[in-house]
């Protein structure tokens, strides 16, 4: 238990050293405290009271929240529990030490221990909830009025909204007769009711914190705090409020670098500001602190709490299952949509599951406290996980050393990777509900979301085959759906493939089997058309897997959809030249009786049909970046070259900007061997557990699609940069704990039945 309780505090605090060091990496350290010594004392001071402020409504918030749960301390226990717990936050795993100290300092006025965790958990519930309800209409503001121009970019992102209203509907239709999203619901409203005078206070506070923010920024000479700054500023609220770091260091100060340069505000003074109100922010810790002393040393003899009616209401621990299958099941539609931003000097792609995935580490990091372990995951998963993120940051120290400041390793290898580890998280999440059955309610909205946006690319397709115009801006072949390019839209449909072989061993029979064997089918062709070689070669891979780790009767279904796959794909190929015959014979025989010359194929629309896997200017980009990784990698065969070594050399030597399209030669170039050692050793231990899961019958399921995934990134990634490839680690996270812990049970009920008998 000391060890699991450690490496969560090492997880914390290399996120929150992590982000700090990134900060300093980007801005020199000297100018920001040049900065903060500039900020005039009367910004310093009323930013100040509207920080104490916001702990005066955070403290009138958790006694709301109480007396929603059903119970009255008095007002000294009330103030000495909330400065305790204030103190807590700063120093002891944010919410987590908050939420204990709070439940020790109420226990002796009677407040069960479970109340007092469940009340600061919700009170931190509704703050974060507030803030990321705010910082989506934020990011909205942002994208649609800063420097966009949606002339040109107006129909790919009509035909984006599009894509997520139809995927979302198809979704919502199929899943909500499931029993897993089935909540006993009917007393929720009630308490929801109870808490409006909280949603009030966290309004006001929330307020009173942007005001901070606002005297801080005007305090270090930013001429206009307008609309812009004002949502900037939501978003790094949001992402410090985020219990993922210690009390927001790092994560609040790299997050206001990036949002407030969006709109325009210099690094050096958005790192500043962030910084002054930290430091704010741990004056008014040492202020509750000494309160919180003074209270306890004249401490009264405890009276029990005055215990209202009980609140009627959900389990808590149903709240947090909703609120991780919610997440869950949205993130599982969006990952498929990427968002290209236009912007006045080029575009910027991003994908909108990015926010839930980092609330997931929070949900996560809640829902492993409560059950005090990390269990149902694996420690050799969580070791995995901690041990590619020292390596990331190694390879950072190495690359700044080699090459000084490189802000594209940082943000799209560094940053990227935190965000990777929160889409884990998140698969993870959804199979550590106290439901069971939830994470095959997350798997099927995956597997239905990629049909279904594979089942509308070949309707838009035939659509234009029949004459409709559609911009190309909105539809293109080769098909890459929303994903940017046809190879990673292929990666997609292949995971979306894996899901649909999952899906079939859990539950497939009778009419769930037609459907999940065309489902199979409709991604095959759609992969097809997106003349992905590598995504057919995928393709085979799964069905050769699904055919040899079967038996009996499930290997001749195998077989008969491997046969049926094969004989789609392949009249998709042959298809222009069965019509080629066919039209020269019916324009010949037209042309002889009727003298009327005319032939299909002629049309513009009939190129479509064409399959191409001729790719030569991309064929000689690929090798001349695997060759350039491999000569990077003799020159520093250790340690590598750093973090975004190869794009530093290239950019350095005037070349054009390109990254390894080799996932093994990336890590050799950049990483060296010991990089390559340990990304070799998560994946056998990756392999040994899906291996485990596969000779367990009832776990069969989620070990096949582990060993698919793996094997699809293992024969593609030799010659494809798909390491950051969000879909796949969801999945990782969901395979691996869905399966382990489906056997930890099936283990613990049999050890059971034996105690008994």
């Known amino acids: 238990m000391l060890l699991k309780r450690h490496l969560r505090t090492a997880v914390v605090a290399l996120i929150s050293g992590a982000s700090l060091g990134a900060i300093f990496y980007i801005v020199d350290f000297e100018t920001i405290f040049k900065a903060l010594g500039g900020i005039e004392f009367h910004a310093i001071a009323s930013a100040g009271v509207l920080v104490l402020l916001n702990a005066v409504l955070a403290l009138l918030r958790f006694r709301s929240v109480l007396r929603s749960f059903g119970y009255k301390p008095a007002w000294r226990q009330v103030v000495f529990a909330f400065t305790i717990g204030q103190v807590s936050n700063q120093i002891f795993l944010n919410v987590i030490g908050q939420s204990l100290s709070r439940a020790a300092a109420l226990n002796s006025a009677g407040v069960p221990f479970s109340i007092s965790v469940m009340a600061t958990y919700w009170e931190r519930l509704i703050a974060a909830g507030l803030l990321f309800l705010l910082s989506v209409a934020s990011a909205l503001f942002l994208f649609l009025n800063i420097s966009i121009d949606l002339h040109a970019g107006g129909a790919y992102l009509l035909s984006l909204a599009g894509g997520i209203a139809l995927v979302s509907g198809v979704v919502l239709i199929l899943l909500i007769r499931q029993k897993e999203v089935e909540f006993r619901l009917a007393d929720a409203p009630r308490f929801l009711l109870r808490l409006w005078p909280s949603?009030?206070?966290?309004?006001?506070a929330h307020a009173a914190m942007l005001g901070a923010y606002a005297g801080i920024l005007k305090g270090l000479q930013v001429p206009e705090f307008n609309v812009a700054i004002a949502a900037a500023l939501t978003i790094v609220m949001f992402a410090a409020a985020l219990p993922i770091s210690f009390s927001g260091w790092g994560i609040r100060e790299l997050s206001a670098a990036q949002?407030?340069?969006?709109?325009?505000?210099?690094?050096?003074?958005?790192?500043?500001?962030?910084?002054?109100?930290?430091?704010?922010?741990?004056?008014?810790?040492?202020?509750?602190?000494?309160?919180?002393?003074?209270?306890?040393?004249?401490?009264?003899?405890?009276?029990?709490?005055?215990?209202?009616?009980?609140?009627?209401?959900?389990?808590?621990?149903?709240w947090n299952d909703i609120a991780i299958i919610v997440s869950a099941v949205l993130s599982a539609i969006l990952l498929y949509f990427q968002i290209r931003i236009p912007m006045q000097h080029g575009e910027v792609t991003a994908n909108a599951a990015d926010i839930l995935a980092l609330t997931s580490l929070g949900l996560l990091g809640f829902h492993l406290w409560s059950q005090r372990g990390l269990k149902p995951i694996p420690i050799w998963l969580a070791g995995s996980l901690a041990a590619i993120s020292l390596l990331f940051l190694l390879s950072l120290g190495v690359g700044y050393l080699r090459f000084g400041s490189n802000s594209w390793a940082l943000l799209n290898r560094g940053m990227g990777w935190v965000i990777i580890l929160g889409y884990v998280a998140m698969g993870a999440s959804a199979a550590v509900t106290s439901n069971a059955h939830t994470s095959r309610l997350v798997l099927r909205a995956f597997g239905i979301a990629g049909v279904t946006v594979a089942v509308q690319q070949l309707a838009l397709m035939l659509s234009v085959l029949g004459g409709i115009n559609i911009p190309?801006?909105?539809?293109?072949?080769?098909?890459?759906?929303?994903?940017?390019?046809?190879?990673?839209?292929?990666?997609?449909?292949?995971?979306?493939?894996?899901?649909?072989?999952v899906l079939v061993r859990l539950e497939g029979s009778g009419k769930s089997r037609a459907f999940y064997n065309a489902a199979f089918i409709a991604i095959a062709l759609v992969i097809t058309y997106s003349h992905s070689r590598s995504g057919l070669g995928m393709v085979i891979i799964l069905l050769v897997l699904a055919t040899i780790f079967s038996s009996g009767k499930e290997r001749t279904r195998s077989i008969k959809l491997c046969l049926l796959t094969l004989f789609a794909v392949a009249a998709v190929f042959f298809l222009p030249d069965v019509l080629r015959v066919a039209d020269k014979a019916i324009a010949g025989l037209l042309g002889s009786k009727l003298g009327v010359h005319s032939s299909l194929l002629n049309l513009p629309e009939a190129r479509y049909l064409a399959i191409t896997v001729t790719r030569t200017g991309s064929d000689s980009e690929r090798w001349l970046s695997i060759i350039e990784g491999w000569d990077l990698w003799l020159k520093h065969p250790l340690l590598g070259a750093g973090l975004g070594g190869y794009v530093q050399e290239r950019l350095a030597a005037g070349k054009g900007f390109l990254v390894i399209h080799s996932i093994p030669v990336w890590l050799m170039a950049e990483m060296g061997l010991v990089g390559l050692l340990v990304v070799a050793v998560v994946f056998v231990l990756l392999l040994k557990g899906a291996f485990h899961l596969l000779s367990r019958p009832a776990q069969h399921g989620w070990g096949l699609g582990l060993l698919c995934i793996l094997g699809c990134i293992a024969a593609s990634g030799l010659v494809h940069d798909l390491f950051f490839q969000r879909s796949f680690w969801f999945l990782i996270g969901l395979y691996v704990v869905a399966g382990f812990r489906a056997a930890a049970e099936e283990s613990a009920a049999s050890g059971s039945v034996t105690s008994n008998s």
């Open 199 to 204: 949603i009030l206070l966290t309004l006001a």
């Open 259 to 318: 949002a407030l340069g969006v709109v325009g505000v210099d690094p050096t003074i958005s790192v500043a500001g962030a910084i002054a109100i930290g430091l704010l922010g741990l004056l008014v810790t040492v202020i509750c602190g000494a309160i919180g002393i003074w209270l306890y040393l004249h401490r009264k003899p405890a009276h029990s709490a005055v215990q209202a009616t009980p609140a009627t209401m959900a389990a808590p621990e149903k």
């Open 472 to 501: 190309q801006d909105a539809f293109t072949i080769p098909l890459r759906g929303y994903a940017i390019n046809a190879n990673a839209f292929a990666f997609q449909m292949i995971m979306a493939a894996a899901c649909i072989l």
